[in-house]
């Protein structure tokens, strides 16, 4: 029998490791939120997105969660007018990185919520851990 206290830290665990990689996937998209194409014409930074899947661990018998894929945004990438930029092409229009700044700080927040409650969760089974071998202790 599998114990109940192991198997909540083991799934907060891999909770864990889902937010992780959900803010590093984040914080490259808001690094590069301004990150031009080097040539004229060219594509500037696209921004990553990144799905998760539900996963059976046999030996807890529970769904945990794993990173399934780091993709791309398909969206288009908004043009601005600067003919300066040495990204700019024939017209003098530079195509932008198609990251959404709001929409990075709104992820960026709930992935942290996310990864702190996983956290809480460790920090509570381990209490009780602590909690039942001191019982047995005495």
Request: aromatic content about 4%.
């Amino acid at each position: 029998m599998i114990d109940p206290l192991v198997a909540s830290s083991k799934l907060s665990s891999s909770g864990l490791e889902a937010q992780s990689a959900r803010l590093r996937v984040i914080s490259e998209n808001v690094a590069n939120a301004q990150s031009t194409g080097r040539t004229p014409g060219s594509d500037p930074y696209t921004r990553k997105t990144i799905t998760f899947k539900s996963e059976l661990d046999r030996t807890l018998g529970a769904a945990s969660v794993a990173v399934k894929d780091i993709g791309q945004d398909d969206s288009a990438f908004p043009v601005e007018y600067d003919p300066g930029n040495p990204a700019a092409d024939e017209n003098g229009m530079v195509k932008k990185p198609n990251v959404n700044m709001l929409i990075e700080m709104a992820d960026m927040r709930e992935a942290n919520r996310s990864y702190q409650a996983n956290l809480q969760m460790m920090k509570q089974a381990r209490a009780m851990i602590t909690a039942t071998i001191d019982l047995m202790r005495g």
